[in-house]
């Protein structure tokens, strides 16, 4: 048979893949989720975003990270998924758990980005068009727009929810004071935001620097990490130089300026401390993540089953010693 019907893995829910409850609310997400920025729009065959879609729920994976701009091109990772759904996952929906997002530039006009009333809305039609369904478990307000009122980017949230078009809404990438009028003002209006989502990395700690994690969990909301491989640097990819069909090599999302000596050193010493533990740096720094308990879950992102495989691991071993962690933080400067 050419595409025979899938049939998930009964052992999905082993207790391999660990669940972390999400802020104060009745959702448990995985410890990974499986995020679609890069890897899952044109850019990919069919077979292997499918693959990968597989592979991630076979082993309990339910949480599955879209937005309307991801692709690349915009819109065809949400299209991919939207297949992935039709052909696959249908059967499944109730075990699932998907997001997508609205904020970026989507299409051409004063209307077709940021974080107006009809952006929202009009972006989260498209994108329950494009992915085959009738609602979306999470809806997120993609970046804080700076010249639409705070007040109608947050109650077009409120009632997407009324009108049953999501379950939960989030925020993504706002700003300390601009995500504590958020957390008011949807917990005000019932609604109460579920997930931040925020760039995160042991190369990248604005968010505890700033505050944003604490602040996350002090109102009862969940904190989920994207880029938690600061985009390929925390893997041994780079150790020995920038691979010619490597993401630095394309010079688009990763530039390799950023491939310091300094970096380059603290990525090898960041490898040594991972082997010692017995895991790749990849692994490590996922696992590094997820010994916060603040965190509810991290975004991976892939290119491959293999390299999935990888990233999986590090739900394994997400203890650390003291020593550990003072040997990472001394490397991290």
């Given at each position: ?38 890897n ?24 599955f990270?879209?937005a ?27 075990e ?152 630095m ?7 390799s ?20 533990r ?9 696992a ?5 308990k ?33 040997k ?6």
């Open positions: 048979m050419i595409n025979p019907i899938y049939n998930p893995s009964a052992s999905r829910y082993d207790g391999t893949m660990q669940y972390r409850r999400c802020g104060r609310s009745g959702i448990l997400l995985p410890a990974l989720s499986l995020g679609m920025w890069h899952f729009g044109d850019v990919n065959t069919f077979a292997n975003s499918q693959a990968m879609a597989h592979y991630a729920f076979d082993r309990g994976i339910t949480h990270d879209l309307d701009n991801y692709g690349p091109s915009y819109g065809s990772a949400e299209e991919t998924f939207g297949m992935i759904m039709k052909k696959s996952f249908m059967p499944y929906r109730d699932l758990f998907i997001s997508t997002k609205a904020g970026h530039d989507m299409w051409p006009g004063p209307y077709g980005d940021w974080g107006s009333r009809k952006h929202l809305i009009s972006g989260l039609d498209k994108s329950l068009q494009r992915m085959n369904l009738d609602y979306v478990d999470i809806f997120y307000s993609h970046r804080y727009d700076p010249n639409t009122p705070l007040e109608e980017t947050m109650q077009a949230l409120v009632d997407i929810v009324r009108q049953g078009k999501a379950l939960y809404v989030g925020i993504s990438k706002y700003p300390p004071e601009a995500a504590a009028f958020a957390y008011k003002y949807l917990a005000e209006h019932d609604v109460p935001c579920l997930l931040y989502q925020g760039r995160y990395s042991m190369f990248d700690r604005k968010v505890e620097e700033s505050g944003l994690l604490q602040q996350a969990y002090d109102n009862g909301t969940g904190f989920i990490a994207f880029s938690p491989l600061a985009q390929g640097l925390l893997t041994n990819r780079y150790l020995n130089g920038i691979p010619a069909d490597s993401r090599a394309k010079e688009k999302f990763l530039k300026d950023v491939l310091t000596d300094e970096v380059l050193a603290k990525i090898k010493a960041l490898n040594e401390v991972a082997a010692q017995g895991q790749t740096l990849a692994e490590m720094a996922l590094w993540l997820l010994s916060d603040r965190v509810s879950s991290v975004i991976i992102g892939a290119s491959s089953v293999a390299q999935l495989a990888d990233n999986l691991k590090a739900v394994e071993n997400i203890n650390f010693a003291p020593e550990e962690l003072s990472i933080s001394e490397i991290l400067g």
